[in-house]
C-alpha cells in the first residue's frame, strides 16, 4: 500500500469542495444563454465567438517505495514526497468568422499553480520541486492554438498552424487532453469529409513540431494519413499511417514509422450496435505494426494488438478487452509518443511508455449512466504482464465519476489504485501507487 500521506490535507481539499460546490449550485438557464450569446457574435452574417474554458483540478499522488536508476529502492530520504496540485487551467480564445471560406483562430492557455507540492515535469527532467511526486501540470502560459482554415471547396478542410489534431481514440495522435497543457502541433491538415456519397473521412496532414502538455517544444517531420470508412451502421473501418521522425538529438530513439487497421463500434462510450430495444453490442478490433524510421538508430520490428468487445444492457456498459503492445529490448518496443497514453493501461500512469519486454494489458469495464447520462459511473480492472505473460506487472482499479449540468458545466471525481507485481523483469520496477483527482470545468 502506498505511504501514509504526510501533508495536512484540510485546506486544499476544503478549497477544492468549497470550488466544487460553487460551481454545482443550480445554473440559471437565463443566466448561461446570455452568456452563450454574448460569447458567440456575427459579421455579414457568418459565426465568430469567444471561447472560454475554466478547468479547476485538486490531484493527490501517493507512492509507496520509489525505485532508483540502478534499480533498487531508493533510501528513506530520497523517496518523493506525497504530491498535492491545486491548479486552474484558463483557455481564452478568439474564433474570427467565415470570409470568403477563410476562418481563423487564436488561443491563449494558461496554468496557475495555486499549490505547488508537486515535481510538475515528466522523466529525464528534474522539474521544479524533485522531492515531490510528479503531477505533470507545470505554471506556465503559452500560444496554444493559431490557425488558419479555407472551406471554399465542398468537403474539404485545409488548416495551416498551431491546432489540435485528435484521431480515432487518440492512441496514435491526440492532445494529452487529460492534462491541464495539452499538446498541439504546428501542422497542416487535410481533412475531406463525404459521407453521403463514399461515407469516407480521410485525414492527410504533415506534422513539424510538437508543442507538448509540459510546455516543451520538439522538432518533428511527420507525415500522417487516416482513413475512415464508414460501414453503415455496423461501425468504422480505419487504415492509418504515421511516420515521426524526431530532429533533435535526445529526441530520435522516439522516430517511427507505424501503419495498422481498425474495425470499431461505436464512437462514443455508452454507443452501441442495438439489437433489441435494450440490448446492443460493442466491438474493437486493430492491429498497427511499427519498425524504426528517420533519425531512429535502433533497428527494431515490434506489433500491436488491441482487441475489445462489450454489451450495453439496459444502458449499462460491460466491455472486456486486452491491448499488448511487443517489445523486445532497449529503444525496441512499440511506442506512441503522440498518443493520450492516460486513457490507456490506467490512469496511474505507469505505462506512459512502453517497458523493454512489452505489456500485455488484460481489462474490464464497467459504465453505468444515471439522469439520462448526465452522471455516469465508471469501474476499471486492470492486469499487466510482460507481451508473453512471463512477468507480472501488476493489477490496478480505477473508478470514476462525471457529473454534466447541461452543455457547459461538469464535475469529476477519479481514483487510480495501482499495486505493483512481483515480477523478475531487471528492466521495469514499479511501486503501489494511488492518485485522486477532483476537477470542476466551466467551457463556452
Known amino acids: 500500500m502506498p505511504k501514509q500521506q504526510r501533508r495536512n490535507l484540510s485546506g486544499p481539499l476544503s478549497a477544492a469542495l468549497l470550488s466544487l460546490s460553487a460551481i454545482s449550485l443550480p445554473v440559471s438557464a437565463g443566466l448561461t444563454q446570455q452568456v452563450e450569446d454574448a460569447l458567440n457574435f456575427y459579421h455579414y452574417g457568418h459565426n465568430g465567438a469567444v471561447k472560454f474554458d475554466l478547468n479547476y483540478r485538486y490531484e493527490n499522488v501517493n507512492e509507496d517505495n520509489r525505485f532508483g536508476a540502478t534499480g533498487t529502492v531508493l533510501p528513506t530520504a530520497k523517496q518523493p514526497a506525497t504530491a498535492n496540485a491545486n491548479t486552474a487551467r484558463l483557455r481564452l480564445g478568439f474564433l474570427s468568422p467565415v470570409f470568403y471560406g477563410f476562418q481563423g483562430y487564436a488561443e491563449y492557455e494558461g496554468n496557475l499553480a495555486m499549490q505547488d507540492d508537486y515535481n510538475d515535469l515528466p522523466p529525464p527532467f528534474v522539474g521544479n520541486n524533485p522531492a ?18 479555407y472551406t471554399g471547396i465542398a468537403d474539404n478542410i485545409f488548416k495551416i498552424g498551431r491546432q489540435r489534431i485528435k484521431l480515432d481514440d487518440d ?53 500522417i494519413i487516416n482513413l475512415n470508412y464508414k460501414m453503415g451502421d455496423y461501425g468504422n473501418l480505419i487504415g492509418y499511417g504515421y511516420l515521426l521522425d524526431y530532429s533533435e538529438a535526445e529526441n530520435y530513439e522516439k522516430s517511427s514509422q ?3 487497421l481498425r474495425a470499431t463500434c461505436c464512437a462514443k462510450p455508452l454507443d452501441s450496435y442495438k439489437i ?7 466491438y474493437t478490433a486493430e492491429w498497427g505494426h511499427q519498425s524504426d524510421y528517420g533519425h531512429g538508430t535502433t533497428p527494431y520490428d515490434a506489433d500491436r494488438y488491441n482487441f475489445m468487445g462489450g454489451l450495453s444492457a439496459y444502458n449499462i456498459m460491460f466491455q472486456g478487452a486486452v491491448e499488448q503492445l511487443d517489445g523486445s529490448g532497449v529503444n525496441k518496443h512499440f511506442d506512441t509518443p503522440l498518443g493520450t497514453n492516460h486513457a490507456f493501461q490506467g490512469w ?55 457529473k454534466k449540468f447541461g452543455k457547459h458545466y461538469s464535475l469529476l471525481a477519479k481514483y487510480a489504485y495501482y499495486h505493483a507485481g512481483d515480477n ?5 520496477k514499479s511501486t503501489d501507487t494511488q492518485k485522486i483527482w477532483i476537477q470542476g470545468n466551466i467551457n463556452f
Not at 523478475?424 to 521495469?428: E, G, K, L, N, Q
Request: proline content about 4%; glycine content about 10%.
Open 276 to 282: 433489441s430495444d435494450n440490448f446492443g453490442v460493442v
Open 348 to 402: 496511474a500512469d505507469l505505462f506512459l511508455i512502453t517497458p523493454n519486454n512489452g505489456i500485455r494489458d488484460v481489462f474490464g469495464t464497467v459504465m453505468v449512466p444515471f439522469q439520462r447520462g448526465d452522471l455516469v459511473l465508471s469501474g476499471i480492472y486492470h492486469e499487466y504482464s510482460d507481451d508473453t505473460g512471463r512477468f507480472n506487472y501488476g493489477d490496478e482499479w480505477n473508478f470514476q465519476a462525471v
Open 171 to 223: 492512441r496514435f495522435i491526440g492532445n494529452v487532453g487529460w492534462r491541464q497543457m495539452e499538446t498541439t502541433y504546428d501542422s497542416i491538415l487535410i481533412t475531406h469529409n463525404n459521407q453521403t456519397l463514399f461515407g469516407l473521412v480521410a485525414n492527410v496532414g504533415y506534422i513539424a513540431n510538437v508543442q507538448t502538455f509540459f510546455g516543451t517544444t520538439e522538432n518533428i517531420q511527420a507525415p
Open 258 to 260: 507505424t501503419y495498422g
Open 132 to 149: 515531490f511526486s510528479r503531477v505533470v501540470d507545470p505554471d506556465k502560459s503559452e500560444l496554444n492554438q493559431f490557425w488558419l482554415a
Open 424 to 428: 523478475a523483469d531487471p528492466s521495469f
